[in-house]
Every structure is written in structure tokens, then in C-alpha cells.
């Protein structure tokens, strides 16, 4: 039985609210479950510091187990614990972006257990930028290892609807609260190497950790196809991830190519039997009009399209697509992430016009 409680993020101080982080942090402590909110995504926790409770978080997940976690802090003081050699360019990093979107991979000690970190000797750490998550570790008093709350190889839960179709009855809690406002996955560097490496791309971008503190590499996996890559620096990037049930292709071009490329797909599709669900930037809604549309967003708005991405990729699933066609978008700043995502999402099906 999960049980399912609703915070209310106006009401955090009140008694009632804060009773209910208690009861969820006394979970954590007891070695159970419980998905919590972040800005970024709904994440799925359990005591860092406990391997039998991590173990039950890749269970619940369908997870991999050689596919580490991230330990999420309330506080810098957490870190003492668990890493060790923090480099300069980390502590600048830290200091310019936490609590946020941002994960660290840093060496570890040996008070982490190899559940979490799938016998690597490096974890990833986080200080999530979102009140509940904050309060919750905080009152744990421990480090709360979470992966995104959904199962394996879907799409990340940005609203606790996601969560409940996901993983009701599979965690022992789940606390409900608003949407998360960034939508996508944090940004992970790694910083035990020199220069860092940019892992996965998110809500903090190149450009911002580069003014920080100069140069880094961004890992191949982000931008090609990981079977021709030698190595997997991060475990994660070879699953299958963010997917929607149905076949997907990305088509990217200049506008009037694309658009014309996307009701030719849709046609054809449509013809055969199979439901084709277009996924458009705002200012083509109209020329897709008459057909399945999703509105992920301005193109010049992109934190506007990282917040829908994920919410339209699990649309397609309850509307029941039979393909689904997608804009395709660019490398630069935030647009990296949600490329990185669709492509994945798409299993790298993209059609240049
Ligand atoms: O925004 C987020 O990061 C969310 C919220 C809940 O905080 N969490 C999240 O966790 O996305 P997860 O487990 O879905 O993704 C963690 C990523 C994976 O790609 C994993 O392979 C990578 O971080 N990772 C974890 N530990 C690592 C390590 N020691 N070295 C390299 N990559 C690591
Ligand atoms: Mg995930």
C-alpha cells in the first residue's frame, strides 16, 4: 500500500504541512520509499546512506543496478560524510548553483554504499532547489539517494499524477505537490576529471558553469549515438530512455521544409490506420491545424518547452499515438537538453529536410 499525502508549498510552515515532512522524513529513517518533488522532476527516495533501502528504490524503478544515484543534500555539511577531495572548481560551482538543477560526480568515501552508486567510486550529489525536497533531507538528517520517480526507461514525472500512474502501490510514499517547474533532469558534471565533463545536459547550461570556471569537455554520448561511442562514461546514457510508447521521429530543417515534411508523415500515417501525434512549437500550431497537435512551447521560450516535454511525451501515451512526430531543435544553451531528450526519446530517429 502506498500512501499518498498532499503538501501544500503555500502552506510549508503550518503545522499540519510541516507534521507531514516529519511522518515522510521518519519514513526515510525506517528504510522506506518515498517520491518527493524537485524543480527538476519527481524524484524516488530512500536512505543514501542504508543499501538494503537503496536497493528497494531500483526495485520499485525496474531499475538497472549499474545504473548509480544521485544523493540529494539539504546542506553542505552533508558532504563531509560521503565525499572527499572537493576540488576548488567544484566549490565555486556549488556556491554559484545550489540549491538547483545541477549534479556533481565526486569521489567518494567509503560511508556510501556500492547500491548507490553501483560500485563505482565516484557519486553524483545534488542540493535540489525545491522547499519540500529541503525540508524532507533536512529532517532525515541523511543524504536521500533518488533517481527520477518513474518507471524505468519512461519519461520522468513532472506532475504527481505521473508518479501515481508509475509507481502507486510499488513505494511506500508518495508526496503530491505542484508541478515541477523545470521539467527536465538536472545538469550532471563530472568534476573528479580534468577538465570537468558535462554528462547529461539540463537546467544549468555550458555557458553558465563555463563562466564559473572556464572550460569543459561535453561528453559524446550527448549529442551522438551512444553504440559508436568506445566508452560510457556515465552508466545511465546507454538505457533506453524517456520513451513514449509509440515509434517517434524527430524532423529538423527550416520551417516551412519541416512543416511540409510533418504532414506528409502524418498523412501517410493517418491513411494506414495509425494515429500520428504532431508535437509543434507555438508559432506552427496553426499550420498543423486539423491534426493530433501538442503544444510543447515557443521556440524562443525554451525553459517553456522543457517544462511541457515530458508532460506531451505521456500525452501521447493516454491518447493512444500510433507515431508520434516532433519538431526537432538545436545545441545551443537550454536548447541541449531537450534535444539530448528528444533524440533519446526518439531512439535517435531524426530526419533532416
Ligand atoms: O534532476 C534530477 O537529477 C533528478 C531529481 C530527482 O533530482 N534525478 C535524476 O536521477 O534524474 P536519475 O537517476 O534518473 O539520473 C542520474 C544520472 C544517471 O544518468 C546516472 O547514470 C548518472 O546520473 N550518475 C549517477 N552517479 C554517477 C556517477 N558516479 N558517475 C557518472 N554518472 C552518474
Ligand atoms: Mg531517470
Not at 267 to 290: P, S, Y
Amino acid at each position: 500500500m502506498t500512501e499518498i499525502i498532499n503538501i501544500e508549498l503555500s502552506r510549508l510552515d503550518s503545522i499540519e504541512e510541516t507534521a507531514k515532512i516529519q511522518r515522510a522524513a521518519d519514513f526515510i529513517k525506517e528504510g522506506k520509499t518515498v517520491v518527493f518533488p524537485t524543480e527538476t522532476v519527481y524524484g524516488l527516495g530512500a536512505n543514501g546512506l542504508d543499501g538494503v533501502a537503496v536497493k528497494k528504490i531500483f526495485i520499485a524503478k525496474g531499475r538497472p543496478a549499474d545504473n548509480p544515484l544521485i544523493l540529494h543534500i539539504s546542506d553542505e555539511k552533508m558532504l563531509e560524510n560521503i565525499v572527499t577531495d572537493i576540488s576548488e572548481a567544484a566549490k565555486k560551482l556549488m556556491k554559484a548553483f545550489w540549491p538547483g538543477p545541477i549534479t556533481l560526480v565526486l569521489h567518494k568515501t567509503g560511508n556510501v554504499p556500492d547500491e548507490v552508486t553501483a560500485g563505482l567510486d565516484t557519486v553524483a550529489v545534488r542540493m535540489p532547489g525545491h522547499p519540500i525536497a529541503l525540508r524532507l533531507i533536512s529532517a532525515a538528517g541523511k543524504p536521500v539517494a533518488a533517481p527520477s520517480a518513474n518507471i524505468s526507461g519512461k519519461p520522468s514525472p513532472t506532475e504527481a499524477s505521473h508518479v501515481i500512474e508509475d509507481l502507486d502501490n510499488k513505494v511506500d510514499m508518495i508526496i503530491a505537490a505542484n508541478n515541477s517547474k523545470i521539467g527536465l533532469e538536472s545538469t550532471v558534471i563530472d568534476m573528479t576529471l580534468t577538465p570537468p565533463v558535462l554528462l547529461r545536459p539540463g537546467g544549468i547550461t555550458k555557458d553558465q558553469i563555463e563562466a564559473i570556471i572556464g572550460k569543459i569537455e561535453i561528453d559524446k554520448s550527448i549529442t551522438s549515438r551512444i553504440q559508436e561511442l568506445e566508452a560510457v562514461r556515465s552508466p545511465g546514457m546507454k538505457y533506453r530512455h524517456y520513451s513514449p510508447d509509440a515509434k517517434m521521429i524527430l524532423v529538423r530543417g527550416e520551417k516551412q521544409n519541416k512543416i511540409k515534411k510533418i504532414i506528409e508523415l502524418a498523412d501517410f500515417n493517418n491513411a494506414k490506420g495509425i494515429k500520428a501525434v504532431i508535437l509543434a512549437t507555438t508559432e506552427n500550431l496553426d499550420a498543423f491545424r486539423g491534426y493530433e497537435v501538442l503544444r510543447l512551447g515557443a521556440s524562443d521560450d525554451p525553459e517553456e518547452i522543457m517544462a511541457n516535454l515530458y508532460q506531451c511525451l505521456r500525452k501521447c501515451n493516454s491518447m493512444k499515438a500510433g507515431i508520434i512526430l516532433s519538431e526537432a531543435f538545436g545545441e545551443d544553451e537550454l536548447e541541449l537538453a531537450i534535444s539530448n531528450r528528444l533524440i533519446r526519446a526518439a531512439g535517435y530517429n531524426v530526419i533532416e529536410v
